[in-house]
């Protein structure tokens, strides 16, 4: 007897799945309750921006503090440099003598966004430009090369 | 004293410090010098932490746009704000020190070791201690978002970057904290809920599970050897009353219980009903005197709203973690062109692998069980010498972070202008 398999009557196989079908019940449930935590909607500021008319530019260059980033214009031609540290996300400030510095851990970047002190990994990333009715967009999210630049017809001379 | 059983039994469930103690303690564990009675500091922090935080509750408002003005109010226009938000802050930072003084008296005590009475198993209070200190850490860090002020939001931007260099997971986490990609209105809120209900009660829990297994140990290791000098010298004695239901006169006869060694040495012991409460009474009362002063004396700081374009220069993290960023800094180094970035190691790797040495110690500590509950054991000399060697290089590091890093995180004398120490409670 002691070796037979143990018998599945009607009894404990109902009970067998009272108690598989809770547990299922149970963890769908709690997973269902743990993905609402993860949304599927961000309310965050859009990654592409209308940041003005080309004009509003000055020669050199320009911090945007809403979007965290540097314009940079050199007569007709423009460019846009993330502020963003690529070390842990603080905003970098202008350097004496051109390239950029981070106030957290001191990473320093050049001129062209390469990593050249500091713990940052990685350069900070030209974004894309271009120009949707009359005002400049940038994308926050894209990366274009360091020369990669858009050239836009200005009326009137840069200020 | 009750007069019929029921009497008896019902003053004892009524009477939570009857129960919640045995009724006898020895008097070793009720020294001050064998624990500094720095687990019941804790606790009591915990609870300052609780009722100061309760009232903060009905004054601040866990929005993005409100957040900052509620705390700027309570700071300047509440009756009293400031002092209640003081011995708040005051009782957190105290809260995360007493926690880990208490860490290390264990540790140098060797109170977690595996040999005790029949019965006892103290590496699991170890365990829960560890959870505890985690927890210790997440109130903290949580409650420093909660003011939205500069220092708060770059702080725990870092912080939750910090969390995103974990491998596979690291992004996940950091957008399960965040509830999205930036430090924003889902990250306070998350961050608002964690600390006022999931972390405090998960510390509640857990603080109950921790004292009633000290009981389930037979009490504190600094009392094993008590008993064992008493169980050499005793002979089959009637029993004693020494539990709680026979110390009100509601059993008669013996268990295993009642005769067990505590039952035996009434001379090395004390009754729990007043001593233990008594002490546990004046540490209290220092620990809120303590805090209630300082929160009057220093003011907690408020910087200006958070603003994510500008980064104050250094950027800091709170002081408790400033030995893992100053340790961030000095590993991160670069060979020719490539980084070595120090945030995985000092930020990640490191931390991990302090906590999971810390929970596996109590199964890597060799000694003998005459080591349990002693302050400095020479079996253990080596491991509470290196343990201590790299405790001071912690203290060492978090005072360089604190005191000597200014603007870029280069080295700043206290005294120097631009130093910014300030900053620091
Ligand atoms: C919220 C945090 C904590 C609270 C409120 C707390 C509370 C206490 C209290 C009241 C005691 C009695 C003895 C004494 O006061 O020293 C105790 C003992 C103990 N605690 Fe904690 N504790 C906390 C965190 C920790 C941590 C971080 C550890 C270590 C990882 C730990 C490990 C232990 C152990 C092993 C004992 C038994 C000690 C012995 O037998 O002598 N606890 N705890
Ligand atoms: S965040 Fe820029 S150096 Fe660390």
């Known amino acids: ?159 | 004293m009750p007069r019929t059983p029921r009497e008896a039994s019902e003053a004892v469930v009524q009477n939570f410090a009857l129960h919640a103690f045995p009724a006898r303690i020895t008097k070793r564990a009720l020294s001050w010098l064998a624990t500094g009675w720095l687990g019941t500091a804790s606790m009591h922090l915990f609870v300052i932490l609780t009722v100061t935080g309760l009232v903060l509750m009905f004054l601040y408002v866990p929005s993005v746009d409100r957040a900052y003005d509620s705390v700027k109010d309570l700071q300047y226009v509440v009756a009293f704000g400031s002092w209640i938000r003081g011995t708040h802050r005051i009782a957190a930072h105290l809260m995360v020190v007493a926690v880990v003084l208490h860490l290390v008296r264990v540790f140098l005590t060797g109170a977690y070791k595996r040999e005790g009475p029949p019965g006892s198993f103290r590496p699991m209070n170890w365990w829960l201690g560890l959870a505890l200190l985690l927890l210790t850490f997440g109130l903290s860090f949580t409650g420093y978002l909660l003011p939205w002020d500069q220092l708060a939001y770059w702080a725990v931007t870092v912080g939750t970057q910090i969390a995103a260099a974990a491998p596979l997971i690291g992004e996940d986490l950091r957008g399960l904290l965040l509830g999205g990609t930036t430090v924003g209105q889902s990250a306070l809120i998350r961050f608002y809920v964690l600390h006022c209900f999931v972390l405090p009660m998960a510390t509640i829990f857990l603080v109950s599970w921790h004292f009633w297994r000290i009981r389930k140990d037979g009490g504190l290791a600094v009392a094993d050897r008590v008993g064992d000098a008493v169980k050499a010298r005793a002979k089959a004695l009637p029993p004693k009353p020494g539990k709680t239901y026979t110390l009100m006169g509601s059993t008669e006869g013996g268990t295993v219980q009642v005769e067990t060694p505590v039952a035996l040495m009434e001379e090395e012991s004390e009754s729990s009903v007043p001593h233990v409460v008594r002490r546990g009474f004046v540490v209290f009362l220092v620990t809120f005197a303590l805090c209630s002063l300082l929160g009057l004396l220093l003011h907690a700081p408020l910087e200006e709203a958070a603003n994510p374009a500008v980064t104050p220069n250094p950027a800091k993290a709170p002081w408790y973690f400033l030995w893992l960023q100053e340790l961030v800094s000095i590993l991160t180094f670069r060979i020719g062109d490539t980084v070595i970035d120090g945030t995985l190691i000092g930020g990640i790797l490191l931390p991990g692998l302090i906590v999971t040495v810390l929970a596996a110690w109590p199964f890597l500590d060799r000694s003998p069980a005459a080591a349990a509950g002693v302050w400095f054991h020479r079996t253990r000399r080596r491991q509470n010498v290196i343990f201590l060697v790299l405790l001071l290089a912690a203290v060492v590091l978090t005072i360089i972070g604190t005191f000597f890093r200014g603007p870029y995180w280069g080295w700043v004398w206290p005294w120097d202008p631009s130093s910014p120490v300030h900053t620091f409670f």
């Open chain 1, 1 to 159: 007897m002691k070796d037979d398999p143990p018998e599945t009557t009607r009894r404990n196989l109902l009970w067998k799945s009272v108690v598989a079908g809770t547990g299922l019940g149970l963890l769908a449930t709690a997973l269902a309750w743990a993905r609402s935590l993860s949304p599927k909607v961000l309310y965050e500021p859009p990654t592409k921006r209308r940041i003005g008319p080309p004009g509003r530019f000055p020669e050199g260059r320009t911090f945007l503090s809403e979007e965290r980033i540097f314009v940079l214009r050199q007569g007709n031609a423009y460019r846009a440099i993330s502020a963003v540290c690529t070390h842990l996300g603080c905003t970098v400030g202008e350097a004496d003598g051109g390239g950029y510095h981070c106030p957290c851990h001191g990473s320093f970047f050049s001129e062209t966004g390469t990593n050249e002190a500091g713990p940052a990994p990685r350069p900070l990333p030209w974004l894309p430009l271009t120009v949707t009715g009359g005002a400049l967009v940038v994308d926050l999210e894209g990366e274009v090369g360091p020369d990669h630049r858009l050239e836009v017809a200005v009326e009137g001379k840069p200020q």
